[in-house]
């Protein structure tokens, strides 16, 4: 399968743990993308990527949120001090894309991470 | 702001009846609009886009969907349902400035689809 992948799919944790999401995507994407959706809600952007550069964040991504992607490849997405609040399906995305160009290119996603805080 | 409004929560279709799924958008200048679809427990899947041309696009699966710029809208489209259709469609706005965001997409809520025998 050469679609975006994400891993764990589901995680339950308990408030105040740490937890940590993983993203591989299409392997010639440069740019990645994390989103958060809720229930009834669409997906809201987090946070973006070009190459192993973090090039815009969304205000929803406090400062529990960090995200790396250290090689431009797969990404992490790690959530500390979790709380009940948090609890969503974490989707990550990439599409290939340059500046001034390819700006129009669609995301592929991947399946999610689906996150329940107790 | 950007932004999306899917006006219905639900769509309800009979089988081989057309249905249309609305969508309008508000960006500051030239849009980039694209509908996704979901499955339960699956990730979104991308449909169609409409990035510049042809106010008529046509995608995956038999969807088509219309640009209209006066009316800011991005209606998707199909011209006979099918119950295998039955899913969350979702409409997505970016700005095309060069000056824009360059990552994310504006999601609407979505729209559950459900087509009926």
């Known amino acids: 399968d050469t679609g975006v992948s994400q891993d764990p799919r589901h995680k339950i944790t308990k408030r105040g743990q740490n937890v940590t999401f993983r993203c591989d995507p299409i392997?010639?994407?440069?740019?990645l993308y994390w989103y958060r959706q809720t229930l009834g809600q669409g997906p809201e952007f987090l946070t973006y990527?070009?190459?192993?550069?973090?090039?815009?964040k969304s205000r929803l991504l406090s400062d529990r949120f960090s995200a790396e992607r250290p090689k431009g490849s797969f990404s992490t997405l790690e959530i500390q001090r979790t709380e009940q609040g948090d609890s969503a399906m974490y989707l990550c995305?990439?599409?290939?894309?340059?500046?001034?160009?390819?700006?129009?290119?669609?995301?592929?996603f991947g399946p999610g991470t689906r996150l329940t805080v107790l | 702001a950007q932004s999306v409004a899917q006006p219905e929560d639900q769509v309800n279709v009979a089988e081989g009846n057309p249905l249309t799924v609305k969508c309008t958008y508000s960006v500051s200048g030239n849009p980039y609009l694209f509908w996704y679809v979901q499955y339960p427990n699956r990730g979104l899947q991308f449909l169609l886009k409409y990035i510049t041309g042809d106010n008529l696009v046509k995608g995956s699966y038999g969807f088509e969907a219309e640009f209209n710029k006066s009316q800011t809208s991005f209606h998707l489209k199909k011209p006979s349902a099918l119950v295998s259709d039955s899913a969350l469609y979702f409409c997505?706005?970016?700005?095309?400035?060069?000056?824009?965001?360059?990552?994310?997409?504006?999601f609407g809520k979505g729209t559950k689809l459900s087509v009926k025998p």
């Open positions: 392997s010639e994407h440069n740019r």
């Open positions: 995305a990439s599409s290939l894309g340059f500046r001034g160009a390819g700006e129009g290119n669609e995301q592929f």
């Open positions: 990527f070009q190459n192993e550069a973090q090039l815009e």
């Open positions: 997505a706005v970016r700005e095309s400035s060069y000056g824009g965001s360059q990552g994310n997409l504006i």
